[in-house]
Nanobody, 123 residues
Framework: QVQLVESGGGLVQAGGSLRLSCAASGRTVSSYAVGWFRQAPGKERELVAAVTQTGSIAYHAVSVQGRFAISRDNAKNTVYLQMDSLKPEDTAVYYC????????????????WGQGTQVTVST
């Protein structure tokens, strides 16, 4: 069993930056596929960024390419999402996720989830 706890969300002005952290416990997730999804009110949960098993392949949604970056610190069993040049449309609850298999681009392909952290970007 893996527990994931997100932190780092908050209110930020457009153009600002935030770094989200996802602390994993219970098991080491260094060999898991990990990712970040976000969900805005009335919308489906969408993939923001993910890293495959071993971290050899990273994916970032087109909407955040050049602005967001996923990374992981295996020694700390932690996953990060650095968010720069934030826009109001980035406002959502951000969820950390992990899967011991292959991961993917849809929420249903991930087994473990955090509770989410709210990111609000004001104009």
């Amino acid at each position: 069993q893996v527990q994931l706890v997100e932190s780092g969300g908050g209110l930020v002005q457009a153009g600002g930056s935030l770094r989200l952290s996802c602390a994993a416990s219970g098991r080491t997730v260094s060999s898991y596929a990990v990712g970040w999804f976000r969900q805005a009110p009335g919308k489906e949960r969408e993939l923001v960024a993910a890293v495959t098993q071993t971290g050899s392949i990273a994916y970032h949604a087109v909407s955040v390419q050049g602005r967001f970056a996923i990374s992981r610190d295996n020694a700390k069993n932690t996953v990060y999402l650095q968010m720069d040049s934030l826009k109001p449309e980035d406002t959502a609850v951000y969820y950390c996720t992990a899967d011991p298999q292959w991961g993917g681009r849809t929420a249903g392909e991930y087994e473990y989830w955090g509770q989410g952290t709210q990111v609000t970007v004001s104009t």
